[in-house]
């Protein structure tokens, strides 16, 4: 029928249109630069290398970044090179939040990670950072949603008295207790 027919194309049309939409807001969002901008504060901020594999993009269902091999350099002189390493994290974003140049991620996960925390023969701390923090403005307005963790093994290490504790999470969820207060 002709009614048919007008939903359909109407349909198409709107389709089409969220998509080009979409397409506009991942060029706006250039997530490589923004990988970079990130790896460069972090370095700036803390003098620690931040390392990433390869960085993808999606739109559909809504558009979505995925990061892997996403690792943080340890102190130097620690026992092992990294402090953190991911090997994937994956975050949704509220297209019409970034419409408005808000970034608000609807849901994110962190899969397959491991944490070292470890404290020096002084009992300093390897997550001490040093003190000029600045956060890329763009970071310090992020909202979340949603934080999902799968597959964390986090390990402490007390260099005073040298022994050391794991714990393994193989799942956790945080969600945030209502739209009015997203996680910061």
Request: aromatic letters at 4%.
């Amino acid at each position: 029928s002709m009614h048919l027919k007008r939903s359909v194309i109407a349909a198409c049309v709107t389709a089409a249109l969220l998509f080009a939409v979409g397409v506009l807001v991942v060029n706006r969002l250039d997530v490589r630069s923004l990988a970079a901008d990130l790896a460069a504060s972090v370095k700036a901020n803390t003098g620690r290398e931040l390392d990433y594999g390869t960085v993808g993009l999606s739109l559909l269902p809504r558009p979505a970044v995925e990061i892997s091999e996403l690792r943080l350099a340890n102190v130097t002189g620690a026992a092992q090179p990294w402090m953190l390493q991911i090997g994937r994290i994956s975050a949704d974003f509220d297209l019409a939040a970034l419409l408005t140049g808000h970034i608000k991620i609807v849901s994110i996960t962190v899969s397959d990670s491991t944490v070292l925390l470890e404290t020096d023969p002084d009992g300093i701390g390897n997550w001490v950072m040093s003190k000029q923090e600045t956060t890329p403005g763009w970071l310090s307005k992020m909202e979340i949603d949603e934080f999902q963790v799968d597959k964390l093994t986090l390990t402490f290490r007390d260099g005073v008295t040298n022994t050391a504790k794991s714990v393994q999470i193989d799942q956790a969820h945080i969600e945030a207790t209502s739209a009015r207060q997203p996680l910061q």
